[in-house]
């Protein structure tokens, strides 16, 4: 008789297992979703996740186990495959084309025969019909992350699946965008439609989701329901130990000098979709972490542009970084004078995909670790460059398999681990992040935040800038906020709160907040007060 699974489950997994040389990402995964539900998928960074909805999704192959469609035994060779059953997944590194239009991406997975204005057509009614706001036309190089995001879940979307997998989808959201996205979700889940969620925020799992897996090292460790669980105990499920939580120390009495300052800096549109900078001030001092907060596509990507070099200045004091003016720097001379950056996107810009990590590592600290990594002739010196990885690697508890592995076969939360050990590393006087925890499991980014903290108390000014609220409040001595590319004056966390920072990322001009109260709600719905750290 031929193997069959459970009729009434829309999906179920036996004993999938996948091996990568020595390492089984997957073990012997056994996974159960019924229609129109909402299934968690738990688990530290590099315990298996991705690997696991690689597989689901045509993408790799299984090295062993069984996948059942609807009751069938399928084999998904493909993504196309895995379409045509009607599966569709949302990916944690995004797979569009920088260079096309939003509809173009789309018009990419469907028939050749279906005309580009059909497309975007279609993709523009179910933007307005599941509340996710999209520019059909607009170019996804000139899109911020979450909006290259909404792209991708419209395109799943459009598909009508009967299954969507979504890889981390609010870690680049702002709490009404993702407020929006549970209702998405929700509606989904009442026409039937079942959500494989894979996310590290435990309290909107517990607040979506039916059932939950949990992987440790590629096992499952529990099946569970969430609702029934705490944050904290399903955060000690995941790592198998307690998860600490961070403390800020109290910021220095005296501030150390002023190092970052930035005076009137100004950008036109670099592109008719990117956000002109007007005006920005801001003084970062030793000492002091400032964090910027601000709904995604204000201006933060141009920002950050501008302070780390990558777009430079017309006046040299523009930007000043250490004490230097640094407004006709680039990147590499930014560098120079002890500034260290961390950008958005980790893959392609953060670090190069197919290089190892040791090539990783070279290739941004050549020039400024000269003297330690390159010899009088010009030779990298190679043992250099290993030890840094490792020590770095260690430092910041970078799981991998093999020993020095390419970028691309890390897990997302681990290469983020291993980008931001890389500019610790050389214990910069200035530090910019930006979204130092995005997809990030709750130890790896208490640690990251630890570090963070620890190089401002070391008396370096950082700066974050970041869409997690939480995170903000967890780390920030002040938070300023992006909107339409002007930046707020810096609020003290004192005096801070979610209220008065909502309104200010809504476009609120300061000193609206303390009559607003109403107006708040509007804008912050279903947000809170900080939530404890897990
Ligand atoms: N192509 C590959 N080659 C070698 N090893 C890989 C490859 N892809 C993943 N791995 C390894 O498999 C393990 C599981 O990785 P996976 O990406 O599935 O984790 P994850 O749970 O999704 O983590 P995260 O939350 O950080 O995204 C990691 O140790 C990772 O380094």
Redesign the pocket.
């Known amino acids: 008789m031929q193997d069959r699974g459970n009729d009434a489950l829309l999906l179920e997994t036996r004993g999938l297992t996948?091996v990568?040389?020595e390492?089984k990402?997957?073990n012997e995964v056994d996974l159960k979703i019924a229609p129109g539900e909402i299934h968690a998928l738990l688990?530290?960074?590099?315990?298996?996740?991705?690997?696991?909805v690689?597989m689901l999704f045509g993408v790799?192959d299984p090295t062993e186990g069984g996948i059942y469609w609807k009751g069938e035994p399928v084999r998904i060779g493909s993504p196309g495959e895995a379409r045509r059953h009607g599966i569709g997944m949302v990916f944690?590194h995004f797979s569009l084309f920088e260079a096309l239009t939003a509809s173009e991406n789309i018009a990419l997975v469907f028939d050749e025969k279906t005309p580009i204005s059909q497309i975007a057509e279609r993709a523009r009614a179910v933007s307005v019909e599941y509340g996710l706001p999209l520019d059909p036309h607009a170019m996804v190089g000139d899109l911020s992350v979450g909006e290259r995001q909404r792209i991708e879940i419209i395109r799943c979307l459009l598909q009508k699946p009967d299954l969507i997998i979504l890889?981390?989808p609010t870690s680049v959201l702002t709490p009404q965008e993702a407020n929006r996205m549970f209702d998405t979700l929700e509606r989904l889940k009442a026409e039937g439609t079942s959500i494989l969620y894979?996310s590290?925020r435990l309290d909107e799992v517990k607040r979506l989701c039916d059932t939950a897996t949990v992987?440790r090292h590629?096992k499952v460790v529990a099946h569970c329901d969430p609702r029934q669980e705490t944050a904290t105990t399903l955060a000690n499920l995941m790592v198998g130990s307690d998860v600490e939580a961070v403390k800020r120390q109290a910021s220095a009495a005296t501030p150390g000098p002023p190092l970052i300052e930035i005076s009137n800096l100004e950008r036109p549109p670099a592109t008719p979709f990117s956000i002109p900078l007007r005006g920005i001030d801001l003084t970062v001092r030793g000492g002091e972490l400032l964090g910027i907060a601000g709904v995604a596509g204000n201006g933060q990507g141009e920002f950050f542009e501008a302070v780390s070099g990558e777009w430079r200045q017309e006046r040299a004091d523009t930007i000043r970084l250490n004490g230097r003016n640094c407004g006709h720097k680039n990147i590499s001379d930014r560098r120079m004078v002890g500034a260290a950056f961390v950008p958005e996107e980790r893959l392609g810009h953060g670090a190069a995909p197919a290089l190892p990590l040791s090539d990783n590592l070279l290739l941004s600290r050549h020039t400024t670790d000269r003297r330690a990594m390159v010899g009088p002739l010009g030779f990298v010196r190679m043992g250099a460059v290993k030890e840094a990885t490792q020590r770095i690697i260690r430092e910041m508890d970078v799981?991998?398999?093999?020993e020095d592995?390419?970028a691309?076969?890390?897990?997302?939360?681990?290469?983020?681990k291993f980008l931001i050990g890389r500019e610790l590393d050389r214990e910069p006087m200035v530090l910019v992040v930006d979204q130092p925890t995005w997809?990030?499991?709750a130890g790896?980014a208490a640690r990251i935040r630890k570090a963070l903290i620890d190089l401002a108390r070391a008396g370096s000014a950082v700066l974050v800038i970041s869409q997690d609220l939480d995170e903000l409040f967890e780390i920030s001595d002040a938070i300023a906020v992006m909107h339409d590319g002007r930046l707020s004056s810096p609020l003290p966390i004192a005096e801070a709160s979610f209220e008065k920072i909502g309104l200010l990322m809504g476009g609120a001009e300061p000193g609206h907040q303390a009559h607003a109260h109403a107006e708040a709600h509007a804008n912050t719905e279903g947000s809170h007060e900080p939530g404890a750290p897990i």
């Open positions: 996948k990568f040389g390492l990402a997957c688990g530290e960074n590099g315990a298996g996740k991705s690997t696991l690689k790799l944690q890889d981390e894979i590290h992987l590629g799981r991998k398999s093999g592995p390419e691309a076969a890390l897990s997302g939360g681990n290469l983020q997809g990030v499991d790896a």
